[in-house]
């Protein structure tokens, strides 16, 4: 007989570590140890040597996040970033062509525009919300189609397996970091790779810094394997301890991120303030039935734009609940301008943001006081 696949919460609780034999630790310890003891010359114990190449502590987190995702093959590394750049370095070489989606993060956008480009490495702007623009645009050097769905920060929504269907031999690159395992595996709807800046969701609490890649196939891991220990991008024991830790109330978190957005999507489509509202789980978004297919809910992120860039920076002074600062997924609500912080990289390119738009992470606070702050933002800036 098999042994039935875990629920996700039993998972996110137990995969990826099992209590030691010695102590029978619960939770995973912090090795907080640079090297390891051999048995002899080149005779690993456990396989650990040097803590820049591999450390138990951050080999257990990589293996509950690929078991999350559903993959065979995980890494974590020091930030979202160093997981973007390592990634893209072990896929790309000078000369090749990169697909990149025209609302993406924006620090993906500049080390692929600034770093990547210098390197000789082509890329080009599309929708990807629209499969035959990715179709169109491959080129026979095509080597990757960087996916973020939903996006950062208009949350638009792009069909995973739809855009799999149409590509052959580029790698289809899946950023799921908005989503979390939780809502979305895009492996399972014909991805190659999935990222995540764990400091997101997963972390869940503002607290730690990291990022994550996994997938399928066991020679990008192993290029990944060596640019890890190469170049020394790794994550700490305690960074991913931290993280480990998180990703046990990932599944809980989720539901009340996911309830939440909705009620302040649906509460800020009333106000005459708002122009329009983003979000996936309205009827009203263009992405909302792809979603449906490929989400098993919309996620913790709404976006707004307002007539114009005046209202949007009054609104991002005037809530008291809701903090003004960067960074998203975490157990507070945040509220922040991308047009000039988190997407301030991307301006004057094919991914510039509306100025008037403002982008809100919605928390796990009872949702009647997030409505409260939002009202009393509004009635602020329109009396």
């Known amino acids: 007989m098999t042994t039935p696949r875990p629920g996700f919460d039993t998972a996110a609780i137990h995969a990826g570590y099992e209590p030691d034999s010695h102590l029978g630790s619960i939770n995973v310890p912090i090795y907080a140890s640079t090297t390891f003891a051999q048995e002899a010359p080149g005779q690993l114990r456990g396989g650990f040597e040097y803590g820049r190449v591999a450390n138990p502590t951050v080999a257990s987190l990589a293996q509950t996040i690929a078991h999350l995702e559903g993959a065979k093959f995980g890494k974590v590394f020091a930030s979202g970033m160093a997981a973007t750049d390592l990634l893209l370095r072990a896929l790309l070489r000078p000369g090749d062509h990169l697909i990149l989606g025209n609302d993406a993060y924006g620090g993906t956008y500049r080390l692929i525009a ?117 170049v020394g991008a790794v994550a700490s024991p305690f960074d991913a301890y931290l993280t480990a830790r998180g990703i046990k109330t990932l599944g809980v978190r989720m539901e009340r991120h996911c309830s939440n957005a909705l009620r302040v999507a649906e509460h800020l489509e009333q106000r005459p303030e708002v122009q329009q509202v983003f979000y996936p789980g309205l ?69 510039e943001v509306p100025r008037d738009l403002v982008r809100l992470s919605i928390g796990i606070e009872d949702v009647d006081d997030l409505l409260a702050d939002i009202d009393q933002a509004l009635d602020r800036i329109g009396s």
């Open 114 to 230: 600034s770093v990547f480009a210098a390197w000789g490495v082509q890329f080009s702007v599309v929708d990807t919300s629209r499969p035959a623009e990715v179709a169109a645009a491959v080129r026979p050097e095509t080597k990757v189609v960087w996916l973020e769905t939903p996006t950062n920060p208009l949350l638009a929504v792009s069909d995973i397996a739809a855009i799999a269907a149409c590509l052959d031999g580029p790698k289809l690159v899946v950023d799921n970091t908005f989503a979390s395992p939780y809502l979305q595996r895009p492996l399972s709807l014909g991805a190659d790779v999935v990222l995540h800046s764990t400091t997101k969701y997963l972390g869940g609490h503002s607290d730690v810094i990291g990022g994550a890649v996994v997938t399928d196939d066991e020679q990008l891991d192993a290029d990944l394997d060596f640019l890890l220990g190469g």
């Open 283 to 351: 009827a009203s978004h263009p992405g909302h039935e792809t979603a449906r297919r490929q989400m098993d809910a919309f996620g913790g992120m709404v976006s707004v734009r307002f007539a114009e860039e005046r209202v949007a920076g009054d609104f991002c002074s005037a809530t008291r609940l809701i903090c003004l600062a960067e960074s998203l997924g975490g157990v507070e609500s945040l509220v922040e301008h991308p047009a000039t912080m988190t997407h301030v990289s991307v301006q004057g390119s094919q991914l």
